[in-house]
């Protein structure tokens, strides 16, 4: 009976929603409709590049300490480094943005404005992957570089600084610029916890005037140029560094 | 200037050095010589604490620096070395290879440390190279650069790991021809090396290690001509 309720709410809310797009010729979109949204829409791309580019430059920063934690000699800090990668890639990024953005409020009485709770968020968890790649960076750079640095008397740090992690970022710029790839996609999670980002405007957009395909459609089209532009920069670096060799 | 005392280095249950006692003194080219494996590049490499004894003493102007409590930075810094395969920074150019090493750990201001590294380079004949990476340097030049930058620390004692062993043969004697001029300067020498009439031409001493074992240590001439243990008259044979 309850069921027979459900299914039936079911189909009359999508027919509902596709009736609007569907009509009865099929699909027929009409951009025309989101023209006025448009502007308030490309207010979006700020905050989700601002957001991506904070939340990779921390967690590449702390990505590459959490690295380094991972090849050293002193055990604990390479279990915490090992361990942190376990939670952060064995849980889902939107609970973990859940829990920083709704639950540490509890614990800490105070709340985090949106945008801080992503750019958190998107820190620790980008750190937990590219702390994996930048160690694997770091263990590509012939030992031969270490021997050198280590017979000029050259401190730890300072070889680390000097030699070795600049050829490990050589290295690895193609799998950072993925990692970077996949963090502006992600961003799009933030429109859950309400930050103005450009997945929330389009959200927003579409619940106003009840249509969905165009905004959505629109909104795709941008973060899709987006990443299309970052790979060709990416491309574009790579090329000049190729030139050095 | 070194002194060993029953120097042993084992990985894992593979003994590489066996109760090695030896001493170089100051001034000295000592040419390390015999078979693959035989344990000469670990040997060398104990000098500088490249790779820890596992039992045994390594003194240098008699302070050992085996104890753990030795600053190996500051040792180190007194014991250039050349390796077999350049090791120089790709990322750097000639002359900042050269200069890394005075600049960051010996706080050398930059200026002086350019003029210093601007000698070396042409010192080895590659003053023209000073602006060029090591991407475009020939083997024979890299390893030049190698010996200037181990040269930039002024130090007292250079070590040699097969410094021609990855080299195109016509780029042999050039390199040879640079250790040779530091040799004739003074400087205090370990070489490890597969050139023979080298060898004979610029040391002063031979140590022939084979199987772990220190099995010859004699002068060139007695080494090259008449030598006592069984294993350096078979190996002579082979090589020459």
């Given at each position: 009976m309850v069921l027979d309720f459900v299914n039936c709410f079911n189909s009359f809310f999508l027919a509902q929603i596709l009736g609007q797009a569907i009509g009865q010729t099929g699909l027929v979109l009409d951009f025309g409709k989101i023209v006025p949204n448009i502007p308030f829409i490309l207010q979006g791309i700020g905050i989700t590049l601002a957001f991506t580019l904070v939340s990779a430059l921390i967690g590449f920063a702390w990505g590459t300490i959490l690295s380094i934690f991972k090849i050293s000699n002193i055990r604990p800090l390479k279990w915490f480094?090992?361990?942190?990668?376990?939670?952060?890639?064995?849980?889902?990024?939107?609970?973990?943005?859940?829990?920083?953005?709704?639950?540490?409020?509890?614990?800490?009485?105070?709340?985090?404005?949106?945008?801080q709770a992503g750019v958190i968020t998107f820190s620790l968890?980008?750190?937990?992957?590219?702390?994996?790649?930048?160690?694997?960076?770091?263990?590509?750079?012939?030992?031969?570089?270490?021997?050198?640095?280590?017979?000029?008397g050259v401190a730890y740090p300072l070889m680390m600084w000097d030699i070795i992690l600049p050829q490990a970022f050589k290295n690895i710029l193609p799998a950072l610029v993925n990692e970077s790839i996949a963090l502006l996609k992600d961003s799009s999670l933030v429109s859950t916890v309400g930050a103005l980002d450009l997945m929330r405007r389009g959200q927003i957009v579409a619940s106003e005037k009840f249509i969905y395909f165009e905004p959505l459609i629109f909104v795709g089209l941008i973060y899709y140029l987006m990443v299309m532009s970052l790979t060709w920069v990416a491309q574009g670096f790579e090329r000049r560094m190729r030139r050095s060799d | 200037m070194i002194r060993t005392e029953f120097l042993c280095k084992s990985f894992g249950k593979l003994d590489v050095l066996k109760d090695i006692s030896t001493e170089i003194k100051k001034g000295e080219v000592v040419a390390i010589i015999g078979p693959s494996g035989g344990g000469k590049s670990t040997f060398l490499r104990c000098l500088n604490l490249l790779e820890f004894p596992t039992r045994g003493r390594v003194y240098i102007d008699n302070i050992d620096i085996t104890t753990g409590k030795i600053d190996i930075k500051k040792v180190r810094q007194n014991m250039g070395m050349v390796f077999q395969h350049f090791n120089l920074f790709p990322h750097k150019t000639a002359l900042e290879n050269v200069t890394y090493g005075p600049i960051k750990v010996k706080k050398t201001p930059k200026v002086e440390a350019d003029q210093l590294g601007k000698d070396l380079l042409s010192k080895v004949g590659l003053a023209e190279k000073a602006e060029a990476y090591p991407s475009r340097l020939s083997g024979g030049q890299k390893q030049r650069v190698a010996i200037a930058r181990a040269l930039a620390m002024q130090p007292e004692i250079m070590l040699f790991d097969e410094p021609t062993s990855a080299l195109d043969p016509e780029m042999v004697?050039?390199?040879?021809?640079?250790?040779?001029?530091?040799?004739?300067?003074?400087?205090?020498?370990?070489?490890?090396?597969?050139?023979?009439?080298?060898?004979?031409?610029?040391?002063?001493?031979?140590?022939?290690?084979?199987?772990?074992?220190?099995?010859?240590?004699?002068?060139?001439?007695?080494?090259?001509?008449?030598?006592?243990?069984?294993?350096?008259?078979?190996?002579?044979?082979?090589?020459?």
């Open positions: 480094a090992d361990f942190y990668t376990s939670i952060f890639r064995g849980t889902p990024l939107i609970l973990q943005l859940a829990i920083i953005y709704f639950s540490t409020p509890q614990l800490i009485g105070y709340a985090i404005p949106p945008f968890n980008s750190a937990a992957y590219s702390s994996e790649t930048i160690r694997g960076g770091i263990l590509a750079v012939d030992k031969g570089q270490r021997e050198a640095a280590m017979t000029l | 004697k050039e390199v040879l021809d640079v250790i040779k001029g530091l040799a004739r300067s003074g400087m205090t020498m370990a070489i490890v090396t597969h050139e023979m009439g080298f060898a004979r031409e610029v040391a002063n001493r031979i140590l022939f290690l084979e199987g772990g074992r220190l099995a010859e240590d004699a002068p060139p001439d007695i080494f090259f001509t008449k030598p006592n243990s069984e294993r350096a008259c078979q190996f002579l044979e082979k090589v020459l």
